[in-house]
Structures are given as structure tokens and as C-alpha cells.
């Protein structure tokens, strides 16, 4: 069975400076997708970034970049010029690919801070 | 663009009780999917339904049931409520079953189990 491990319970950031969130996660497949999603206190999942395993190059999108290391199996998130709303709770989700396999597996999160 | 909307915010009931919440699926989706998150863990996948049939099922009893209408809108039901159901019940609506569509969450019921 695939799973997710977020090792950071709470992470905390000045901001405008960068933060790392470590996910990993273990799979016998080769095809998968990995996603970020963030979670603000008013609980509504929103995406964050998401990655296909078969593409080599790590996904961007704005201040947000993943690090993804398949032979690993680690992805982390890299949060740049941090903002005071990145504050929220971050899962590392992963789903199979092909057929029924769209459900998500999470992680348990990693709370981020931001201080001003 | 009418994102996913679900209903009610919060519940109580007592154990033993039955339950029904609802999510309205984006427009155009036509796969919904049902996560329960326990408070402090990541969400745990339920059910899925594309096309108004189950399709997929995570690791919760039968007492958990759903169904998807015709316009794709969809219900959760659980029966005999236990105080470990006490969650927060998310709902994903995709264009379509499979992993190539991202899955995009309602707001979550709040349901509390006494």
C-alpha cells in the first residue's frame, strides 16, 4: 500500500524569506502524481502545485517550486519571498495512475507559520 | 464558475444516529470524490463516484454509503453513528475519474457526534 510521510508537524517562516516541507512517501509504482495542496484556517483544500512522476523537470508554479527526487521518493516544497497568507496547514498527497486509481493518499500535514 | 459547494457547515447528532451531507460538484465535473479528516490528520479517502456508480472505495465500512445524481451532485450517508465519525467530511470534484484530473475540495462539513 502507498504511503505519506510528513516528518515536520510545525514549521515556521520570516516573511519574505524561503521554507522548505519535507514529504516522503513509498510506492511500487513507476506512474504516479504527487501533489501539494495548503489548507487555510477557513478549511477549504486548495492546490498548491502538482507533479507528474514520469516528468524529470520539478514543477513551478509562481513562489512555489517542488523538489522531486523519484529514486528517492522524496518531494518537498520550496516556498519563496514567503507572504503572511501562506500561513496554513500544507499536505503532500500522492494518487496512482490510470483507471479507479484517482483517489489521494495524505500526509498529516505540516502546520506553517508566518511571522511578521 | 460555480466552484464545489457543500452542505450543512456544521452537524451534531447523537450515536447512533444517521446522517446525510451533500456536495454540489463543479461545473462540468462529473467524478466526486469523499475524504473524512479527523482533526489533525491528513483526510482519508471514503468513496468515489463517476457517472452516478461507485468507483473506488477506501478502508470504511458499509455503514458508509453514497450516491451521485444525475447532474453529478452527490451525498454522503452514514448510518449508526458512531463518536469516532466526529470529522471534518471534504468533498473533491474532478472533470473525470482517473488521475490526470485534480481534484478540487468544497469548504468541508463539520460533523460532530455526541
Known amino acids: 500500500a502507498q504511503t505519506v510521510t510528513q516528518s515536520q508537524p510545525e514549521m515556521s517562516v520570516q516573511e519574505a524569506e524561503t521554507v522548505t516541507l519535507s514529504c516522503t512517501y513509498d510506492?511500487?509504482?513507476?506512474?504516479?502524481?504527487l501533489f501539494w495542496y495548503k489548507q487555510p484556517p477557513s478549511r477549504q483544500m486548495i492546490l498548491v502545485i502538482r507533479?507528474?512522476?514520469?516528468?524529470?523537470q520539478n514543477a513551478t508554479e509562481n513562489r512555489f517550486s517542488v523538489n522531486f527526487q523519484k529514486a528517492a521518493k522524496s518531494f518537498s516544497l520550496k516556498i519563496s519571498d514567503s507572504q503572511l497568507g501562506d500561513a496554513a496547514m500544507y499536505f503532500c498527497?500522492?494518487?496512482?495512475?490510470?483507471?479507479?486509481?484517482?483517489?489521494?493518499?495524505f500526509g498529516k500535514g505540516t502546520k506553517l507559520s508566518v511571522k511578521p | 464558475e460555480t466552484g464545489v459547494t457543500q452542505s450543512p457547515t456544521h452537524l451534531i447528532k447523537t450515536r447512533g444516529q444517521q446522517v446525510t451531507l451533500r456536495c454540489s460538484s463543479q461545473?462540468?465535473?462529473?467524478?466526486v470524490s469523499w475524504y473524512q479528516q479527523a482533526l489533525g490528520q491528513g483526510p482519508q479517502f471514503i468513496f468515489q463516484?463517476?457517472?452516478?456508480?461507485?468507483?473506488g472505495r477506501g478502508n470504511f465500512p458499509p455503514r458508509f454509503s453514497g450516491l451521485q445524481f444525475p447532474n453529478y451532485s452527490s451525498e454522503l450517508n452514514v448510518n449508526a453513528l458512531e463518536l469516532d465519525d466526529s470529522a471534518l467530511y471534504l468533498c473533491?470534484?474532478?472533470?473525470?475519474?482517473?488521475?490526470?484530473?485534480?481534484?478540487?475540495f468544497g469548504p468541508g462539513t463539520r460533523l460532530t457526534v455526541l
Open positions: 498527497a500522492y494518487s496512482g495512475y490510470g483507471g479507479s486509481q484517482g483517489n489521494l493518499i
Open positions: 507533479q507528474e512522476a514520469y516528468k524529470q
Open positions: 473533491a470534484s474532478s472533470l473525470d475519474s482517473g488521475t490526470t484530473d485534480t481534484q478540487y
Open positions: 510506492t511500487s509504482e513507476s506512474d504516479y502524481y
Open positions: 461545473s462540468g465535473h462529473n467524478t
Open positions: 463516484y463517476y457517472r452516478e456508480e461507485e468507483n
